[in-house]
């Protein structure tokens, strides 16, 4: 396991939101230095995704079909169905689209997420730092999965304000210690 000594992630960068009613999309781009083609199995093979992504699938994500899917810190594993699976370019599921495109030398990831307006700033913070994972995963840097409340160790909080910022939303206020229960002395 790797210690936040170890790992910092960057500032917010590459994200953006669109908006249609009540619907919102999360757009996260980040270049990678690896080919479309290597990007792709780490986006699709469950062992691959196992190591850096925040969730994990009974089965590949690279054809088209149904595959149980768990959110990290969530009991229960949804149904999802790969509606989309144009190796090694397009790769649609649930709510999610990936795209890859051949970019310098490397790939140009693009991923569409729909989420909960609330949520928007988590997810891209909790992406972010899931996309930082994976660069260093495939460059054959491994610093392990840093996701769910694990990711708070490594400066979550200071990606979470930055987007929110960046996308001209509110945080939420965390509270600094528990709330303690008005009926216990």
Same mark, same amino acid.
């Given at each position: ?31 990678? &230095? ?13 062992? &691959? ?9 009974? $089965? ?10 768990? *959110?990290v810190g969530t009991p229960a594993s949804i149904e999802t169905r790969v509606t989309r699976a144009d190796a090694p370019k397009v790769l649609e599921y649930?709510?999610?689209? *990936? ?6 030398? $490397?790939?140009?990831l693009t991923l569409w997420h729909n989420i909960d307006r609330r949520f928007i700033a988590w997810g891209a913070a909790g992406w972010h730092i899931c ?24 400066? *979550? ?15 939420? &206020? ?12």
């Amino acid at each position: 396991m790797i210690n936040p000594e170890q790992y910092t992630p960057g500032p917010a960068r590459g994200a953006q939101i669109r908006k249609e009613g009540e619907k919102w999309t999360l757009i996260l781009v980040r270049e990678l &230095h690896h080919s479309p083609e290597k990007v792709w199995e780490a986006l699709t093979d469950p062992e &691959h995704l196992r190591e850096w992504a925040p969730f994990e699938v009974d $089965g590949s994500l690279g054809t088209v079909g149904t595959v149980r899917l768990t *959110w990290v810190g969530t009991p229960a594993s949804i149904e999802t169905r790969v509606t989309r699976a144009d190796a090694p370019k397009v790769l649609e599921y649930s709510d999610t689209r *990936w795209e890859l495109e051949a970019f310098g030398g $490397g790939t140009r990831l693009t991923l569409w997420h729909n989420i909960d307006r609330r949520f928007i700033a988590w997810g891209a913070a909790g992406w972010h730092i899931c996309f930082d994972v994976l660069e260093r995963r495939l460059a054959g840097k491994p610093i392990g999965r840093i996701v769910g409340s694990e990711a708070l160790k490594f400066d *979550w909080q200071r990606l979470n304000a930055e987007y929110a910022k960046q996308f001209g939303i509110e945080t939420p &206020h965390w509270p600094t210690k528990p709330a303690q229960d008005a009926g216990t002395s």
